[in-house]
C-alpha cells in the first residue's frame, strides 16, 4: 500500500513504548512510525493479530508526558509489530499524539485536513 492510499499521514519517530496485554510486557526503545491511528513498533514478535494490549508510548522531558492508549496489534511481521490505536485515554493523549504528528509530519496541512475529516477521533476519559 502506498503512502498516498493511507487514511492517516505516518511520521516518522523514534520514542520509547510500554507495551502490556495483560500477561507479559514489551518495551521497545525504536518505533518505526506512528500516525494519529496507529503506531509500528520493532520488538520481539511475542504477540497474535487481534491482541489488545495498553500502550505508553514516553515523550521524554522532564514534565514525563506520556501518550496512553488501548491498542489492537494488527499485523505482526518478523521484526516488530503494527498496533492501531482503539481509543486514546484521557484528552491530554489525544492532544499529545495530534501534536508530535502535527511536529513531524511534512506537510502539516494534510495532517490538518485529516483532522478535520475524522472528528470522531476522541479520547476516552481517564
Known amino acids: 500500500m502506498s503512502d498516498n492510499s493511507r487514511e492517516f499521514t505516518r511520521v516518522m519517530v523514534r520514542v520509547t513504548v510500554n507495551l502490556?496485554?495483560?500477561?507479559?510486557?514489551?518495551?521497545?526503545?525504536r518505533s518505526r512510525d506512528l500516525s494519529l491511528n496507529g503506531i509500528f513498533l520493532y520488538c520481539e514478535p511475542t504477540l497474535e493479530p487481534g491482541t489488545i494490549c495498553d500502550v505508553g508510548i514516553d515523550l521524554g522531558g522532564e514534565e514525563g508526558l506520556v501518550i496512553r492508549a488501548q491498542a489492537r496489534v494488527v499485523r505482526v511481521d518478523?521484526?516488530?509489530?503494527?498496533?492501531?490505536?482503539?481509543?486514546?485515554?484521557?484528552?491530554?493523549?489525544?492532544?499529545?499524539?495530534?501534536?508530535?504528528?502535527?511536529?513531524?509530519?511534512?506537510?502539516?496541512?494534510?495532517?490538518?485536513?485529516?483532522?478535520r475529516r475524522h472528528v470522531g477521533l476522541r479520547a476516552r476519559p481517564v
Open 78 to 115: 518478523p521484526d516488530g509489530l503494527a498496533l492501531g490505536f482503539e481509543h486514546l485515554v484521557g484528552s491530554d493523549s489525544l492532544e499529545h499524539l495530534q501534536n508530535l504528528v502535527r511536529y513531524n509530519a511534512g506537510e502539516v496541512e494534510n495532517v490538518e485536513e485529516e483532522l
Open 20 to 29: 502490556a496485554d495483560g500477561e507479559r510486557s514489551i518495551v521497545s526503545s
